[in-house]
């Protein structure tokens, strides 16, 4: 089959490799029809982050059509359209057991080289996953949109973990990608006033028109402008940059016993204002991938309440999947998803 290789840092090449096999009875083969590109894979491409150690097949946001199905699977079949989660999780862990398999002791990321694992991805004509962690999809929607069933539901993990309540402000710092489906995913299931922070005025018009109430620009007096929302501050403050400044003010945003959730990942470590926090009491939640917000992912774009077509910039065949990957890399204002097919 065809595929994008990391063959080292930076370097992308498409080329033939040996087609994959089944793990075991219980997986399948999934022919990739739609495979969205990741922040964290044009970041891992540098191999600054270590979790993409060459040579790798990166991608893990797909969607597809069944292809071959060990002799266990029971539930899908030849020719079944399918999107997956990113993770690979046992099943079988004591965080399986409990229902959080993001937190899986034996996980295992598509596309996703590492200290402790390899696991080939679907920037590639096939892909192998198990039988668990399949999701069928709605005949309503496209493969492209199924493509972008994993970045909804991290948005819609983080937004449920904020436990928002009727009525709520919110404040949603950072409006890149996973921000505005962060604020879609928040507004097609909250009343209150949503305000969006970010530095570039393209994303707050985004914002805006992905359902923020109100926008401010990001900057010293940001939080400020967020307190002015609601003469208090906001009652829940979701941070998806993952760095110190908008940490603080997402914090500065925050009324006294706001809560705060992480889910940006840019930096290892940030500096946090731990009096304001504790003096606040501020309670402070991190969001990992995705534990069951799959289906919710799918229905909210099935019904339409969640746009995920406008946000995708191009739709490129994987031939072309290095030098978009270039493009994204270097930062192409206005350049937001890339999906590719393969
Ligand atoms: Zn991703
Ligand atoms: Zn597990």
Redo the contacts with the bound molecule.
């Keep these: 089959m065809k595929a994008l290789v990391l063959e080292k840092a930076m370097e992308i090449v498409h080329r033939e490799v040996p087609d994959p096999v089944l793990d075991d009875d219980r997986s399948v083969l999934v022919r990739v029809k739609a495979v969205s590109i990741c922040g964290s894979d044009v970041h891992g491409m540098d191999g600054s982050t270590g979790r993409r150690i060459p040579p790798i097949i990166m991608g893990h946001e797909a969607a597809g059509v069944i292809e071959k199905v060990g002799k266990s699977v029971r539930d899908y079949k030849i020719g079944d359209r399918v999107t997956f989660d990113s993770t690979i999780?046992?099943?079988?862990?004591?965080?399986?057991?409990k229902g959080t398999?993001n937190l899986?002791?034996?996980?295992r990321v598509l596309g996703v080289s590492c200290d402790e694992y390899r696991r080939d991805g679907a920037f590639a004509e096939y892909v192998v996953v198990p039988e668990r962690i399949l999701y069928p999809i709605p005949a309503k929607l496209d493969f492209v949109s199924a493509a972008m069933t994993e970045p909804l539901a991290v948005g819609c993990h983080a937004a449920r973990l904020g436990k928002p309540d009727l009525g709520e402000s919110i404040a949603v710092i950072g409006a890149g990608l996973i921000g505005l489906l962060l604020i879609q995913a928040l507004r097609a299931n909250c009343s209150g006033t949503i305000v969006a922070v970010d530095m570039d005025e393209g994303r707050l018009a985004a914002a805006k028109k992905y359902g923020a109430d109100v926008v401010v620009k990001a900057g010293p007096d940001a939080a400020e402008k967020v307190r002015a929302v609601t003469g208090r501050g906001v009652d829940l403050a979701f941070e998806a940059v993952g760095a110190s400044a908008p940490i603080a003010t997402a914090i500065d945003s925050l009324r006294k016993g706001g809560r705060l959730v992480l889910i940006g990942n840019v930096s290892a470590k940030v500096e946090m204002p731990l009096q304001k926090i504790i003096a606040r009491q501020i309670q402070i939640t991190g969001s990992n991938a995705i534990e069951s917000e799959y289906p919710l992912a799918l229905a909210l774009m099935e019904s339409g309440k969640v746009d995920v077509k406008s946000l995708v910039s191009a739709v490129v065949p994987l031939a072309e999947g290095p030098s978009w990957m270039k493009r994204l890399y270097d930062r192409e204002p206005g350049l937001l998803k890339v999906v590719l097919e393969p």
């Excluded at 999780?89 to 057991?97: D, N, S």
């Excluded at 899986?104 to 996980?107: A, H, K, L």
């Design positions: 999780y046992c099943g079988e862990c004591h965080f399986c057991r398999p899986c002791d034996n996980r």
